[in-house]
Structure formats: structure tokens, C-alpha cells
């Protein structure tokens, strides 16, 4: 089973500074049939403007990733941790009993893209912490490079549930396959390019709720970037 998600069905507002779109219900954004998918809650696909961002704000028992794609992100938060992720870059900030963080985009010319990614923790009332790992895009290249994990293996993130997600760039004549466990479903989301996945086409911005399959495909691809969400 494979249910498609257009990119143009999804949620989708324009601040000036941040051009957001959101695959599942956020902020103004409401649809009671797309409140996420498993454990998976939020993709936001955002791009910000250059010298703006997000001020301090806070979270809480939430697993929050961010994805570059293009650009620069400066994070802050109240543990202490700053810095600056940039393309290839993943961040994991586990929100637990509670934490301050501000984004902001350092640029005094060139827009951010990201996608930032929440994932509801099967661990509440934790300590925070945060993470970063580099992913060089030849570790991506034609291949399912795990970026985050619940037992941080391969060098990915941890973080606090079971899902795995992989990144992968696949250029024309690319193909990669997953195997799905039985009893486990999955998300697929295009960040740009285009690529078949089990025989249909999406485009950035698509994504796709796959469950009852033993296997993924992802083929005919052009240009793009995917990310691949397993969840129990």
C-alpha cells in the first residue's frame, strides 16, 4: 500500500521572511486526517530569509531534526550549545522536560532551506541534549545513509524511539531498495528532484505513506534528494 501526498496539498504560509510548507498539521495549519504518520509529527519544509530566523523559544518531549538543504542555520539554545549546520548537516535536539533554542539565518545575502522534522519520543520528562553529524554527499550518493536512530549506530544521530531515517541523492540511472520488516511501515519524503518509489512518480515537495510492503524502491530518479522514514 502506497498513499501519495502531494506537495500541493499540503499546509502552506508565507510570513516574508519564512516561506513554510508542512506536510502534517501545524501552527494555523489543521487537517485532522494529516496529524502525522506513527511516530513521525512534522515536516516543515522551510526557506528563510537571509539575517532572519526563529527567536528563542521553547520545546518540550519532543525529538526535533533538522535537515539542511541549502544555505546555513545558526542555532542557540539554553544548554549552551551553538553553532552553525549547513548542507549535509543533521541536527537532533531532544526536547525532554524542556529546553529554549533559537534558529536564525546568518546570511546577509543567500536564503536557508531545511526541513525541520519532529518525531514524538517514546521517553518523556528526559534531560535535553543535542547533537550534530556531518553526511558528505558521497556517503549518500546511491545509497540509504542512516542519519538518525534509536541506538545512534553507523555514526547517525540517537534519538529516542524506534525509527530509523535514511538520506540518499540519486542522479538519473540511480536506483536503491530498502527492506521493510513485516509489521513496520514507512514515509518517504522527496526534499527535490524527482524519482519513482514502488513504480510512482513524486516530485519535490511529494511524499508517500507506505505500509503492508516487504520492500522500497526507489528508481528513475532525477536529481533527486529523499529522505526515508522506517517506523514501527
Not at 516543515?44 to 526535533?64: A, K, L, S, T, Y
Not at 522527496?190 to 505513506?209: M, P, Q, S, Y
Request: hydrophobic letters at 35%; charged letters at 25%; a negative charge.
Amino acid at each position: 500500500m502506497l498513499k501519495l501526498r502531494s506537495s500541493q496539498d499540503r499546509g502552506h504560509a508565507n510570513h516574508g521572511w519564512l516561506d513554510t510548507w508542512h506536510t502534517f498539521s501545524f501552527a494555523d495549519y489543521h487537517d485532522p486526517d494529516e496529524m502525522g504518520f506513527g511516530a513521525l509529527r512534522v515536516i516543515n519544509d522551510d526557506r528563510v530569509q537571509p539575517g532572519r530566523g526563529f527567536g528563542m523559544h521553547g520545546h518540550r518531549d519532543m525529538e526535533i531534526i533538522t535537515y539542511i538543504l541549502d544555505g546555513a542555520l545558526e542555532h542557540k539554545d539554553s544548554m549552551g550549545n551553538g553553532s552553525v549546520i549547513r548542507r549535509g548537516d543533521v541536527q537532533r535536539m531532544s526536547a525532554g522536560k524542556g529546553v529554549l533554542h533559537s534558529e536564525f539565518n546568518p546570511s546577509p545575502t543567500d536564503p536557508v532551506h531545511l526541513l525541520q522534522i519532529w518525531i514524538e519520543p517514546n521517553v518523556t520528562g528526559i534531560r535535553p541534549s543535542y547533537e550534530e553529524k556531518r553526511f558528505a554527499a558521497e556517503q549518500r550518493q546511491e545509497r540509504l545513509r542512516l542519519v538518525a536512530s534509536p541506538d545512534g549506530r553507523d555514526s547517525s544521530v540517537m534519538i529516542h524511539q524506534d525509527t530509523c531515517v535514511y538520506a540518499t541523492l540519486l542522479d538519473a540511472g540511480d536506483a536503491v531498495t530498502h527492506q521493510l520488516a513485516p509489521g513496520r511501515k514507512a514515509y518517504v519524503h522527496v526534499a527535490r528532484g524527482a524519482v519513482e518509489v514502488n513504480g510512482e512518480r513524486l516530485t519535490g515537495g511529494d511524499g508517500a505513506k507506505i505500509g503492508a510492503e516487504s520492500k522500497i524502491t526507489f528508481a528513475k530518479a532525477e536529481g533527486a534528494e529523499i529522505l526515508l522514514f522506517d517506523l514501527a
